[in-house]
């Protein structure tokens, strides 16, 4: 983008700015964490690009925010990026009135003052608008479209997630979060992406322990998403967790560098409550393996 920022623009960049404060991440760490070199995420975060829409979602899964409003913002800011508004231009100021230099009494020669209807003459159209008022009217007429378009663009991503959902043939509880999967759709999926994560969707911890001076596993499950999985917080570099299931089924997440232990790091989600469910810490120095239920 080159030039003065749209107002899409400039709101998108500060939502962005926002979600990586939220991630307590710097630039380089949302390199090293999502598909973006940092000098890129410089230029997104500032406004002078708009980032792709994986990387959007990647931020929003870092950050635990679902990734449908920032999308539609995005949308808005490429649509703006793509067809500029024109700025209208500044009103005509209105001509000075200069006062009268005559002293004596009005003539039959001297016009009537001005607002004052002549009943000798046909009334006179009235002035019209400067240039710049139709211009204006175009401008407000067009901003209207786009901010329809803004409302139209959300209805349309929740009414695409409630169709998704629909087709599942299982109802989220009502807690209070919509979620992006219910039970077997979270199969394999990031709970924080999908709003399983979130506060109101009435996640909970069931199970915890504490490995070492700082390492804590939990076992972590959403009844909205109908759904488990397990995260590690301060662990150390090659430490892996595992969930699995009655049925044998697994999740694994290990922690890849300074960044994932210096933060939450959650396995996918199994489907199912946590009954059954076993969770587990790998250490990397010797490979020691810890496990624990409900």
């Known amino acids: 983008m080159s030039g003065e920022l749209t107002l899409e623009c ?3 960049a500060r939502e962005l700015a926002g979600l990586r404060a939220t991630t307590g991440l710097s630039l380089a760490g949302l390199a090293a964490r999502t598909t973006a ?3 890129s995420w410089q230029r997104y975060l500032g406004g002078t690009q708009i980032p792709p829409p994986e990387l959007v979602t990647e931020l929003c899964a870092l950050a635990g925010e679902p990734p449908v409003r920032l999308l539609a913002l995005r949308e808005l800011a490429e649509l703006s990026r793509r067809h500029p508004q024109p700025r209208p231009a500044p009103p005509a100021p209105p001509a000075s009135e200069e006062p009268s230099r005559k002293t004596g009494p009005a003539t ?3 016009p009537p003052a001005a607002g004052t209807p002549d009943p000798g003459r046909p009334h006179a159209p009235p002035p019209a ?3 710049s008022v139709p211009r204006l009217r175009r401008f407000l007429r067009r901003r209207k479209v786009a901010l329809a378009g803004a409302g139209a ?3 349309a991503a929740m009414v695409a997630g409630a169709l998704l959902l629909g087709g599942a043939k299982e109802e989220p509880e009502d807690i209070g979060v919509w979620p992006g999967c219910v039970g077997e759709r979270c199969r394999g999926k990031q709970a924080q992406s999908q709003g ?3 506060k109101g969707s009435g996640m909970r911890t069931v199970a915890e322990r504490e490995y070492g001076r700082q390492t804590v596993v939990e076992l972590r499950y959403s009844p909205t998403c109908r759904a488990s999985w397990v995260r590690i917080r301060f662990g150390a570099t090659g430490d892996r967790i595992e969930i699995t299931g009655p049925d ?3 999740q694994s997440a290990e922690v890849a560098d300074k960044f994932d232990a210096q933060n939450y790091l959650p396995t996918p989600m199994l489907a199912g409550g ?3 469910m076993t969770a587990c810490l790998v250490r990397a120095d010797g490979g020691e393996r810890h496990c624990f239920g409900q």
């Open 10 to 12: 400039a709101h998108l």
């Open 37 to 39: 070199s940092k000098s």
């Open 108 to 110: 039959a020669e001297e």
């Open 129 to 131: 608008a400067p240039a």
């Open 153 to 155: 663009l959300a209805t």
């Open 196 to 198: 399983c994560g979130l």
């Open 248 to 250: 044998k089924e697994s």
């Open 274 to 276: 946590p009954e059954g």
